[in-house]
């Protein structure tokens, strides 16, 4: 029992180790999209965390089953290398009992993941969905600088002179294309409004040029509300893989095939554990790096498979066989155990 504690420690620092290794590098790249996303204003300022827990969540899943592989080999091959392990096989260690000392890491990991796949980044994707959708009166007037136009997402150009107040645009102008020609407005005092659908532009004592009919038609008003941004959260416009499980699990055949991915992504690292276990198998005095190299390998040749079995299922095979890559990647590695240590089982 001790030293199947002292493995699983070995194996745990090891997956967290590389796990943020590889998150660091992937959402390095992720994250410096989402920064750009936020300049050109395709990304509300306040929908980036939201967007940076998705991404997160994503890469986490994702990355585990070949960041719970690289760990356990790393972990072993490092035993092996420095002789460890075969001191621990002669003090009675079997490689059935170095499976169940991985077993205390790989399903607790696994458990997680299936949570995250199966509800957690589907509930990260609405809630980033959402945050991009519903404009705030902060996102819009940080968007305008004095002196400057600006545009915003319905096309509209808008250009503000100095103010003293926040809250107030002072000397504006404003220019609104359309299929039938164009309205100019100008006044010299508006201020922002937000309903549950809308976000609106309202010009105070301003005057305005329409040029959408057969004639130009000039008006001065009091007081004239713009929408110049509109809120999209209802459910609707949501994506398959945001959907939850229950909303999946009561669909048609493409959420049910949505929904066994999802199961399917968590079994990958699963199996990519049964397999690193033997993997890490190797003489004393020997660096581990080849062995990763292998895992890697496995991984891309185990993840392509996946994909390609779930586009045969979308194309009417059976869901289940999306899951027979699983198993029989289960089975080699399980028959490569058995090679491996039929000698001291």
């Not at 070949?66 to 092996?80: D, H, K, P």
């Not at 409004?193 to 001065?220: C, H, I, K």
Request: proline fraction near 4%.
């Amino acid at each position: 029992m001790i030293l199947e504690r002292y493995i699983a420690g070995q194996i745990l620092r090891a997956w967290l180790a590389v796990s943020a290794v590889l998150l660091l590098v992937l959402f390095s790249s992720a994250l410096a999209e989402l920064l750009v996303g936020v300049t050109d204003g395709s990304v509300p300022r306040s929908a980036l965390w939201s967007a940076m827990s998705e991404k997160m969540l994503g890469l986490w899943v994702n990355l585990t089953p070949m960041s719970i592989a690289l760990g356990i080999v790393l972990a072993l091959g490092r035993l092996y290398r420095d002789s460890e392990m075969a001191a621990a096989m002669a003090c009675g260690l079997s490689g059935w009992r170095l499976y169940r000392a991985s077993l205390w890491v790989v399903v607790p990991m696994f458990l997680l993941t299936l949570g995250l796949s199966l509800e957690g980044v589907p509930a990260a994707a609405r809630a980033d969905h959402q945050a991009r959708q519903q404009l705030t009166i902060s996102d819009a007037v940080a968007g305008l600088q004095p002196g400057q136009f600006s545009q915003f997402r319905s096309g509209a150009v808008v250009y503000t002179g100095p103010s003293s107040n926040d809250e107030r645009l002072d000397d504006v102008f404003f220019y609104a294309p359309s299929a039938e020609g164009f309205t100019l407005e100008s006044a010299p005092h508006a201020e922002y409004f937000s309903d549950q659908t809308q976000l609106y532009l309202v010009l105070q004592a301003g005057r305005l040029l329409d040029d959408r009919g057969e004639y130009p038609l000039q008006t001065d008003y009091a007081q004239h509300g713009i929408a110049v941004a509109a809120r999209e959260s209802d459910s609707s416009t949501w994506t398959r893989q945001q959907h939850a499980m229950a909303t999946l699990w009561a669909g048609g055949r493409d959420d049910h095939i949505e929904l066994m991915w999802r199961v399917v992504v968590a079994l990958s690292a699963l199996a990519m554990a049964l397999l690193a276990v033997p993997l890490a198998h190797m003489p004393p005095r020997r660096q581990p790096y080849g062995r990763m190299l292998v895992a890697v390998i496995a991984y891309l040749i185990l993840a392509n498979t996946l994909v390609a079995a779930r586009q045969w299922a979308s194309g009417g095979a059976p869901l289940l066989g999306m899951a027979l890559p699983l198993l029989a990647f289960g089975l080699g590695a399980l028959e490569l155990a058995r090679r491996r240590y039929a000698r001291g089982a």
